[in-house]
């Protein structure tokens, strides 16, 4: 079992840069599949970023590539996403998700088998 535990969130303005966290519990998350995703009101929960371990490979969606960053370090056995030039259509609340590495797609959020409570992202124009 794994707990997820997302912080950083809070509300900036365009323009602004934010670091989100995602601190894990219970096991290692070093040999793990990552996900950030993301949840507007009335939107169904979209892929923004993940790392698969095996092999080691980072993506993004089209949306944020360029502006966001996903790493982790292993140590703290935490990941964050560090998001730059935030827009208004950036905001939702933001989860990170965990799996065991396999080679399945990691864009899909049905993929995850833990995820997190959540963090509010709220960027103003």
């Known amino acids: 079992q794994v707990q997820l535990v997302e912080s950083g969130g809070k509300l900036v303005q365009a323009g602004d840069s934010l670091t989100l966290s995602c601190a894990a519990s219970?096991?290692?998350?070093?040999?793990?599949?990552m996900g950030w995703f993301r949840q507007a009101p009335g939107k169904e929960r979209e892929f923004v970023s993940a790392?698969?371990?095996?092999?080691?490979?980072?993506y993004y969606a089209d949306s944020v590539k360029g502006r966001f960053v996903f790493f982790r370090d292993n140590v703290k056995n935490t990941l964050y996403l560090q998001m730059n030039n935030l827009k208004p259509e950036d905001t939702a609340v933001y989860y990170c998700?965990?799996?065991?590495?396999?080679?399945?797609?990691?864009?899909?959020?049905?993929?995850?088998?833990?995820w997190g409570q959540g963090t509010q992202v709220t960027v103003s124009s």
């Open positions: 219970g096991r290692t998350i070093v040999d793990y599949d």
């Open positions: 998700a965990a799996r065991e590495s396999y080679s399945g797609d990691v864009v899909l959020p049905q993929r995850y088998d833990y």
């Open positions: 790392n698969r371990w095996n092999p080691d490979r980072t």
